[in-house]
């Protein structure tokens, strides 16, 4: 059976010193409190290791050269490949790396776009290409609770098609209200994009629930899991969505890697999003045929090193155990809403339930702006993020121009949780609250 406790202090503690930046200090000698993992998690030594061991012994051009170096970053980026794939329980050949969880939605919408043109899916099944062409009068499915890069995309390719955009809201509870779908999805829906944990609120969606009611009218499922796959095992082949996207600097990784898994039936039919070297099967002066996925989606030199890195992130988090990852993060949680909620000037937004809130808690202080709480927070060596959280829409109907959010990683501590509250309570004091 697997291990579903969470880490015991002297565990936590080792796992920590696996962080180099974590030992630094911060305004005047302050211990840094890094309290901003969803915006970007920090990294383990040994994902440092990989990225400079392939630097300094494996450095060449990937697929190209028969030289003994070309070789070896050519093996040393397919077997990361293979290694982050088997991370969400996929076969490698549904895994395509991009520089970001950004642009694998927009390869997707892109591709999506490509296939309106001429010709675009020439010898692809009927009933397959049907599914993949967007004409105006189509729709697309977003929620209000997105990452703008999980709606501009989508907005874009409304724009580009004349298809029609439709969106899902939120319930009280701050949770997607799975039962509008019926009266949002008909025939006419050609995709339905939605985030596995809001970037903002926390909140874990129902994928399987909004999954099946996408297949039910024929849609194309989109899935944002940049915030879930750090977070607990996530394993595509138990969702059932269509694509998948994550990035790699959430989840222990480096900058400048992120992946978009697909099914291959459709990756292998969706033309390309961009051209050149590498994607190509045969180049003639008129024209040119395309390589099978996931090349055809990476054109140019790969991110070699990255992918490494990624891989070696990857391995990192199955070593401590999925399970183990989210109990901590579930206690994480739990112990954050409960010691804000025991500030009744303090706003928690999201759900209050722990079994559905991951990762991160975001609260606004009545009567100050969340740049000021992250600015008093941040003299005292805390570090949370604030602002729109690249959610503008949830913002607004949430009615608040902005909130300050703390997310949480495996080496987050309660520690650290007591530090940002024994900090916030400097903001009655400094903005004259009442308390």
Same mark, same amino acid.
């Given at each position: 059976?697997? +291990?579903?406790?969470?880490?015991?202090?002297?565990?936590?503690?080792?796992?920590?010193?696996?962080?180099?930046?974590?030992?630094?200090?911060?305004?005047?000698?302050?211990?840094?409190?890094?309290?901003?993992?969803?915006?970007?998690?920090?990294?383990?030594?040994?994902?440092?290791?990989?990225? &400079?061991?392939?630097?300094?012994?494996?450095?060449?051009?990937?697929?190209?050269?028969?030289?003994?170096?070309?070789?070896?970053?050519?093996?040393?980026?397919?077997?990361?490949?293979?290694?982050?794939?088997?991370?969400?329980?996929?076969?490698?050949?549904?895994?395509?790396?991009?520089?970001?969880?950004?642009?694998?939605?927009?390869?997707?919408?892109?591709?999506?776009?490509?296939?309106?043109?001429?010709?675009?899916?020439?010898?692809?099944?009927?009933?397959?290409?049907?599914?993949?062409?967007?004409?105006?009068?189509?729709?697309?499915?977003?929620?209000?609770?997105?990452?703008?890069?999980?709606?501009?995309?989508?907005?874009?390719?409304?724009?580009?098609?004349?298809?029609?955009?439709?969106?899902?809201?939120?319930?009280?509870?701050?949770?997607?209200?799975?039962?509008?779908?019926?009266? *949002?999805?008909?025939?006419?829906?050609?995709?339905?994009?939605?985030?596995? *944990?809001?970037?903002?609120?926390?909140?874990?969606?129902?994928?399987? =629930?909004?999954? =099946?009611?996408? &297949?039910?009218?024929?849609?194309?499922?989109?899935?944002?899991?940049?915030?879930?796959?750090?977070?607990?095992?996530?394993?595509?082949?138990?969702?059932? %969505? +269509?694509?998948?996207?994550?990035?790699?600097?959430?989840?222990?990784?480096?900058?400048?890697?992120?992946?978009?898994?697909?099914?291959?039936?459709?990756?292998?039919?969706?033309?390309?999003?961009?051209?050149?070297?590498?994607?190509?099967?045969?180049?003639?002066?008129?024209?040119?045929?395309?390589?099978?996925?996931?090349?055809?989606?990476?054109?140019?030199?790969?991110?070699?090193?990255?992918?490494?890195?990624?891989? =070696?992130?990857? +391995?990192?988090?199955?070593?401590?155990?999925?399970?183990?990852?989210?109990?901590?993060?579930?206690?994480?949680?739990?112990?954050?809403?409960?010691?804000?909620?025991?500030?009744?000037?303090?706003?928690?937004?999201?759900?209050?339930?722990? =079994?559905?809130?991951?990762?991160?808690?975001?609260?606004?202080?009545?009567?100050?702006?969340?740049?000021?709480?992250?600015?008093?927070?941040?003299?005292?060596?805390?570090?949370?993020?604030?602002?729109?959280?690249?959610?503008?829409?949830?913002?607004?109907?949430?009615?608040?121009?902005?909130?300050?959010?703390?997310?949480?990683?495996?080496?987050?501590?309660?520690?650290?949780? +007591?530090?940002?509250?024994?900090?916030?309570?400097?903001?009655?004091?400094?903005?004259? %609250?009442?308390?």
């Amino acid at each position: 059976m697997p +291990d579903r406790s969470a880490f015991t202090d002297a565990e936590l503690a080792a796992l920590r010193a696996d962080f180099p930046i974590l030992s630094r200090t911060v305004r005047d000698g302050r211990p840094l409190v890094y309290l901003d993992s969803g915006a970007t998690s920090q990294k383990p030594r040994v994902v440092l290791d990989a990225e &400079r061991d392939f630097y300094e012994r494996h450095n060449a051009a990937v697929h190209r050269g028969a030289h003994q170096l070309a070789e070896e970053a050519t093996d040393a980026f397919e077997t990361a490949r293979r290694r982050v794939a088997a991370f969400i329980g996929a076969p490698a050949r549904e895994l395509v790396f991009t520089r970001n969880g950004t642009e694998a939605i927009n390869l997707v919408a892109y591709a999506l776009s490509n296939a309106c043109a001429p010709g675009a899916l020439d010898g692809v099944d009927p009933e397959l290409a049907a599914r993949l062409l967007i004409r105006p009068g189509d729709e697309i499915v977003v929620t209000i609770m997105e990452h703008h890069a999980n709606l501009v995309p989508w907005q874009e390719l409304a724009r580009r098609t004349g298809a029609v955009l439709r969106w899902v809201g939120l319930t009280d509870e701050g949770r997607l209200d799975v039962g509008a779908y019926d009266g *949002v999805l008909s025939q006419r829906t050609k995709v339905v994009a939605f985030t596995h *944990v809001s970037n903002v609120l926390g909140t874990v969606n129902d994928v399987a =629930a909004i999954a =099946a009611k996408t &297949r039910a009218v024929g849609a194309l499922s989109v899935l944002d899991a940049c915030q879930s796959v750090p977070h607990f095992d996530v394993d595509v082949g138990a969702l059932g %969505v +269509d694509f998948l996207a994550f990035t790699g600097h959430k989840l222990l990784g480096p900058l400048g890697i992120g992946a978009l898994w697909g099914r291959y039936e459709l990756l292998a039919a969706l033309p390309p999003y961009v051209t050149g070297g590498s994607m190509i099967e045969l180049v003639r002066i008129e024209s040119s045929t395309y390589a099978a996925p996931p090349q055809r989606f990476e054109a140019g030199v790969p991110m070699a090193a990255q992918a490494v890195g990624l891989a =070696a992130a990857c +391995d990192y988090l199955t070593d401590l155990g999925m399970d183990r990852v989210a109990a901590h993060d579930r206690e994480l949680v739990a112990y954050a809403l409960d010691r804000l909620g025991e500030r009744p000037w303090v706003r928690i937004l999201g759900p209050r339930d722990p =079994a559905v809130h991951c990762g991160a808690v975001a609260f606004t202080v009545e009567g100050v702006h969340p740049h000021d709480i992250g600015q008093i927070l941040d003299d005292g060596g805390v570090a949370i993020r604030t602002g729109h959280h690249c959610a503008w829409p949830l913002h607004r109907e949430l009615r608040i121009p902005a909130s300050a959010r703390a997310s949480f990683s495996v080496y987050t501590t309660r520690a650290e949780i +007591d530090a940002l509250v024994e900090a916030l309570e400097r903001v009655p004091q400094i903005m004259g %609250v009442a308390v």
